[in-house]
């Protein structure tokens, strides 16, 4: 059944204690994900998140409205069973993170990047290992093996969980060192947002922003911030 098309089908959800952390519950029985894996997690509080966006659906289904129970099924359908290509695909986000691409002009959204990005890019280097080149344009900058090396090591020390949270929050972002920097507590979502659409943002202040922009823009800032919730609720942090 997809949950695009799918009506309200159960009275109440809840959770209950399993072997293996929380079940969530529908009618006071155990659901599985799209993919056919119990629907298990490792914190109460997660589940019970999970469960709330399920008691707050009305006649029809919205996984849109859904991203805790998304990036829990994300986790177990998917990233479980392919760690290894997820971790291969992040790397090559900070092969070419968009950190190290400035520009020369104008001016002050150079001075911009500059001031915002660097010291993120310092971060890295001082807690990471990670020493990025930066270039000027779009021509593509070689990147260190030794900054690679360390890269991949970072995303690898991570559980399921948290590399879900990180694939989610460097896609929406564009940027590893980003989500890196997320996960490490280095930025909130908020500020993970603002370094993201950094020339979006000098760009509107310039000559506006059409509606459709604007819409987009709010679409990343929500993926962002309900990566950044799921995040919290893996650590037993809801500050919702």
């Known amino acids: 059944m997809s949950l695009a098309t799918a009506k309200r089908f159960f009275d109440t959800s809840g959770i209950e204690p399993t072997e293996g952390g929380f079940a969530v519950t529908l009618d006071g029985r155990q659901i599985k994900t799209q993919g056919g894996v119990p629907l298990i997690l490792p914190q109460q509080g997660l589940a019970a998140a999970v469960a709330a966006e399920w008691d707050a659906q009305e006649k029809n289904i ?13 986790t177990l359908d998917t990233v479980t069973s392919a760690r290894q290509s997820i971790i291969d695909q992040l790397v090559k986000y900070g092969e070419h993170d968009q950190l190290c691409y400035r520009t020369d002009e104008p001016e002050d959204l150079a001075i911009q990047q500059q001031a915002q990005w ?14 990025l080149n930066v270039t000027v344009g779009i021509l593509s900058v070689d990147q260190p093996g030794e900054a690679l090396v360390n890269l991949r090591r970072a995303v690898e020390a991570l559980d399921d969980f948290h590399l879900t949270a990180l694939a989610s929050i460097t896609q929406a972002a ?29 760009q509107a202040s310039k000559w506006g922003e059409d509606l459709e922009a604007a819409g987009r823009r709010a679409a990343l800032l ?13 650590r037993g942090e809801d500050r919702s």
């Open 62 to 74: 919205r996984p849109d409205t859904m991203p805790i129970t998304g990036l829990c099924c994300t």
């Open 118 to 131: 660097q010291p993120l890019l310092d971060w890295a280097a001082e807690t990471l290992g990670v020493r």
């Open 174 to 202: 564009g940027s590893l060192i980003v989500g890196l920097a997320v996960i490490g507590g280095r930025l909130d979502f908020q500020s993970a947002f603002d370094l993201s659409q950094l020339e979006e943002t000098w």
């Open 222 to 234: 929500g993926e962002i911030h309900g990566a950044v919730r799921f995040l919290d609720l893996v």
